[in-house]
């Protein structure tokens, strides 16, 4: 027990050591307007580098990546539904099911999914 303690101290040591390391190695020193500024075939940009997106699409996006992530959890439900037994089934499915639209509904209430707001 003492060995494992003192393995995952050393552990943490090491790690954090090559973390300031690399911290300080890469540090930048001279800083230039001219390298920093974005290059448009040596033309000076005419807009902006960093244009401001929509925190509402990104939310729509992410609201489908959840979406996505439960129909690829709900498709194995349907294969193992031979293999289980019916009531536990049917109950574990009632609850990820009544989990997902309880989320769906409280964005919907939220307004997340309106595109106008």
Known sequence: MILIMYMSM?????????MMLASLISKKSFYDREKSSPFECGFDPKTHARLPFSIHFFLIALIFVIFDVEIT??????????MSNIFTW????MLFLTILLLGLYYEWNYGALNWFN
């Open 10 to 18: 050393l552990t943490l040591f090491i790690s954090l050591l090559i």
């Open 73 to 82: 959890l709900i498709l194995p439900m349907i294969k193992s539904m031979y």
């Open 90 to 93: 049917s109950n574990s499915v």
